[in-house]
């Protein structure tokens, strides 16, 4: 008790020392506290409030890379959800966020491949669709190629050829019109070859995200994919002709198709090569390979590469001829490089950028590297070579190329042919022609011209180059023609007579050495001759006949052509105004001789008929020699014939036989040597017909390259941006393989770009960046 005592004492004296205090406190004082109070009492009611809930506790964040309970159900979908969860104080609350490219809680369905589905009253078939709302892009934007229900849709039908999309097409940012068009041509079995590119795009969208996005962890997505590749590849077929489709679809099917390569796969057909700034991945893999198993380019692959390397020039006829100039390329490859071209394993090694054309997509990097092996794409000398051959094809093209771009309705008509050479000619063309060979045989085929070229399918009447070119044909295929045209004769009309005999290629430009040409000639003065009297006898043919036989100067193939020749003269005689030009240069000596000379073929067959002799007054006339030396002349030729007298001048016989006399035909073989000699002197000074190669009026102009680069900086800017970012010891390695010197091509690219542009293409030094937004502007 005492305590409590003392205890209450002492209470009692502290409250009368606190009431003394304040009972000092001035009043203003008191005043001043309680608004203190008051204020201190309504902020704390304020901020009490307005805090939440939760135990008094520092803040934190984990990041979690697991999907939340419900992903399995996603999964059963065709779906993964990812997300980043945040974890706030004691971990009683937590809130999950989806990161990019999530399917919204199940509203979005993809449609399978085969499935139909129903939009806006509108039937979808073949599947390969998203369906739905909520799914977002890569950067929260709404998937371009998500088609969404509950959007505005046209009624009325819509044509799919109206451009009505934006260059980045969006279904839920196009007009209702444009989803119409678009629904149209998806139900229409997305193939109407005239579609507004943009429904293109839209639908590639989707099968760009299924591939590269689903299909990364989603067993059920990758059994989409061999469906997807088909449709992008049957896609391709109908919408090659745009450049952009044909770019991003062939490198989207290299870049899928790249995952799984297999060995040797240069040993299969090449794969078929798209139009783009690059050499095609299927070719640069399996050219790869050859290189690595030191395997010579088989014909087709070379063949592949030559049509579809940007850095090789093609001119017309390759498009306009394609299955004659591979025959050629074909045949001329295997005439350079035997079993094929053998590649060096350069220090370039192949790697594949895919730049996805989906704006939800762009950004992402997508690279895939194929190990050690090599890029041949960055090797200069086999383009070099390939270029050449190139080259000579189309130089043999040319001409046909030209004459069928002009009449396309005679592409197999005589006219066109005849400037191809004979191997690539059509097959019944070729067939018709070995009959007329076969008809042939070892002798002699005569016939109009108008016949032969009917035989051969001729339009119409043939121009002078036609003529020409058709001797050559037939020479090519061992058939000579007389008249010979090749050697300046006269070119046949249809109604004359042309003779064919199997020849000799051999001969060649020999027919105009001055030696033939005499020997022809010869022959025209005695067939003329022979025929002065209306007809030649068989004496006379034989005579001839022999005669040429015995002219050993010549070859065997002159002496056939000559036989031909002489087959025609005696049907179609040469008149001696044609022949006077040819005689006037010679002196008249010479003259006097060929005078002579004729005068003893004449009497050869042993009659000299009233017309013959006519006939050879005028002669004489032409030869500008004194006419009454004809009768002596044919008087110093009667040689008697055995068992006979001598004549004093050879009277008109109507004998019933006849006997050649050898020595009569000795000295007529030296009088023909002897006149040959003179008449090698006229044609000593000509000279054979130039050919001249026509200009292609129909090929256009060259088109300069990228940017104004030169050919060489061209091939390596088309290595440049086939990826967005290089290593400096990368682009070394290409430098190197295309021998050019890194910093300045680099420096000639970024010049060029600044010129058109006014921005560089190349940023930084390693790595080196492709800027973007300049690429989308650089022409394929």
Not at 190 to 208: C, H, W
Not at 550 to 576: D, E
Request: glycine share 6%; charged share 25%; aromatic share 6%.
């Amino acid at each position: 008790m005492a305590k409590k005592k003392s205890s209450g004492e002492a209470l009692l004296v502290g409250v009368a020392i606190v009431i003394g205090l304040l009972a000092s406190i001035p009043k203003e004082l008191w005043i001043g506290i309680g608004v203190l109070v008051v204020v201190a009492f309504v902020a704390r009611a304020f901020l009490k409030k307005s805090e939440p809930d939760v135990p008094q506790a520092s803040y934190r964040v984990t990041v979690e890379a697991t999907s939340p309970p419900s992903a399995d159900a996603a999964r059963s979908k065709g779906r993964e959800e990812r997300f980043t969860t945040i974890v706030i104080g004691s971990g009683d609350q937590e809130y999950g966020i989806p990161q990019p490219f999530q399917d919204a809680g199940g509203k979005v369905r993809w449609v399978p491949p085969g499935e139909s589905v129903e939009v806006a009253g509108i039937s979808l078939p073949g599947g390969m669709l998203y369906v739905g709302s909520g799914l977002r892009g890569g950067y929260g934007q709404a998937e371009p190629a998500l088609i969404n229900p509950a959007l505005k849709v046209a009624q009325r039908n819509i044509d799919p050829s109206l451009r009505l999309t934006d260059y980045w097409p969006s279904y839920s940012e196009c007009t209702p019109e444009a989803r119409r068009a678009y629904l149209q041509w998806q139900t229409g079995g997305r193939q109407a070859p005239d579609a507004n590119i943009g429904y293109v795009f839209l639908f590639f969208y989707g099968l760009e995200r299924r591939i590269l996005v689903d299909a990364v962890a989603n067993a059920t997505a990758k059994t989409d994919i061999p469906a997807i590749k088909q449709e992008v590849r049957r896609l391709l077929a109908i919408y090659s002709d745009n450049g952009s489709f044909r770019h991003y679809a062939s490198q989207f099917l290299a870049y899928v198709e790249a995952e799984s390569v297999e060995p040797a796969i240069y040993k299969q057909p090449p794969p078929a090569a798209g139009g783009s700034y690059e050499l095609p991945m299927g070719l640069r893999i399996g050219l790869g390979q050859a290189a690595v198993d030191q395997q010579p380019v088989p014909v087709s692959w070379a063949l592949a590469w030559a049509l579809a390397d940007p850095n090789i020039a093609r001119r017309t006829a390759v498009g306009r001829c394609p299955e004659i100039f591979q025959a050629l390329f074909e045949a001329k490859y295997a005439e350079a490089h035997g079993d094929g071209l053998r590649l060096p394993v350069n220090r370039t090694k192949l790697k594949l950028a895919y730049h996805p054309a989906s704006a939800s997509l762009r950004g992402r990097e997508l690279t895939r590297s194929l190990g050690d092996l090599p890029d041949v794409s960055a090797l200069s000398a086999p383009v070099k070579k390939l270029q050449e051959l190139v080259n000579a094809c189309t130089d043999l093209l040319d001409p046909y190329s030209r004459f069928i771009g002009r009449n396309p309705d005679k592409k197999d008509a005589l006219e066109s042919v005849l400037l191809l050479p004979p191997t690539y000619w059509p097959v019944p063309l070729r067939t018709e022609l070995n009959d007329i060979k076969a008809q042939v045989r070892d002798g002699m085929l005569v016939m109009s011209f108008g016949e032969l070229t009917g035989r051969l399918k001729s339009a119409g009447t043939l121009s002078r180059d036609k003529v020409l070119g058709l001797a050559r044909a037939l020479e090519f295929l061992h058939l000579g023609m007389e008249p010979d045209v090749l050697a300046g004769q006269k070119l046949p009309k249809a109604e004359d007579s042309v003779a064919l005999f199997v020849a000799d290629p051999a001969e060649g430009a020999a027919r105009s050495t001055p030696a033939y040409q005499a020997a022809a000639v010869t022959l025209d003065l005695a067939c003329s001759v022979a025929l002065a009297d209306g007809d030649a006898s068989g004496a006379e043919l034989i005579h001839l006949t022999r005669h040429i036989e015995s002219w050993t100067h010549l070859n065997v193939a002159h002496r056939k052509r000559l036989k031909a020749h002489l087959r025609l003269r005696i049907m179609q005689p040469t008149t001696l105004a044609g022949l006077k030009k040819k005689l006037e240069p010679l002196a008249a000596e010479a003259k006097r001789t060929i005078a002579k000379f004729l005068a003893h073929l004449a009497e050869a067959d042993g009659t000299v008929s009233p017309d013959e002799v006519k006939f050879l007054e005028r002669v004489y006339k032409t030869l500008q020699v004194d006419a009454k030396l004809v009768y002596s002349d044919l008087h110093s030729a009667s040689v008697p014939v055995k068992g006979t007298a001598v004549s004093e001048v050879p009277k008109v016989a109507a004998a019933a036989g006849f006997v050649l006399d050898p020595e009569r035909i000795a000295q007529l073989q030296k009088e023909t040597e002897a006149v040959t000699a003179l008449l090698a002197n006229v044609f000593a000074e000509e000279t054979a017909e130039s050919q001249t190669v026509p200009v292609d009026e129909d090929e256009p102009a060259p088109k300069p390259g990228i940017l104004g680069l030169d050919p060489s900086y061209v091939a390596f800017l088309r290595m440049l941006v086939s990826r967005p970012i290089w290593t400096r010891q990368e682009l070394a390695d290409v430098a190197a393989d295309m021998e050019l010197m890194l910093d300045g091509a680099l420096e000639h690219i970024n010049e060029a770009a600044l010129d058109n542009f006014d921005a560089p293409l190349v940023d930084g030094d390693d790595p080196v960046e492709i800027n973007q937004e300049i690429l989308e502007k650089l022409p394929a």
